[in-house]
């Protein structure tokens, strides 16, 4: 796996059965405005760490790095943008007529209104990117102690 730009889902214990990418399928098509897709995002982001701690997989230096850049990228633009986006749970001023009103209460609803609203949503992402960023630290080190007992059963295959 040396010098690959990738993730092993072969099991380090030979028991999965490459799980680790089926935990990531269907990641890329979230969106905070669909609760389900937000909901099977963060379970697979949850399932991606809990594989990695269970040692199912293990990542190189270069995935890691990788995933890690996709991770941080938002980690770092929600936490910027959160406050801002806190905002939309105020009924802007569109005027002063009741629809306006209702329109205005509608789209703060639509943004902070209950657990399946836009922001708790980009919330959830966000503690799914956390997961996974924390899977792929623990993914490195499997293959880094993958690494070191395979060098050390080589080492003893030479002494033999």
């Not at 190189?60 to 939309?88: H, I, S």
């Not at 002063?96 to 703060?108: P, W």
């Not at 924390?134 to 070191?148: C, H, K, P, Q």
Request: include cysteine; proline fraction near 3%; charged fraction near 25%.
């Amino acid at each position: 796996m040396s010098g690959e730009t990738g993730f092993s889902d072969q099991p380090i214990d030979g028991s999965g059965d490459g799980a680790a990418a089926g935990a990531l399928e269907g990641m890329g098509s979230v969106s905070p405005f669909d609760t389900k897709s937000v909901d099977r995002f963060h379970h697979g982001a949850e399932t991606f760490k809990q594989l990695a701690t269970d040692g199912q997989f293990a990542v190189n230096e270069d995935a890691m790095q990788a995933y890690t850049r996709v991770c941080d990228k938002y980690l770092e633009g929600w936490e910027q943008l959160r406050p801002m986006a806190a905002e939309l749970g105020y009924p802007a001023r569109m005027g002063s007529s009741d629809f306006a009103r209702q329109i205005a209460e509608y789209n703060a609803k639509v943004a902070v209104g209950d657990e399946r609203s836009l922001i708790p949503n980009l919330d959830l992402m966000y503690e799914g990117f956390k997961k996974m960023k924390e899977g792929l630290e623990i993914a490195r080190r499997n293959y880094d102690e993958t690494e070191t007992a395979a060098s050390q059963a080589l080492n003893g295959l030479d002494e033999g």
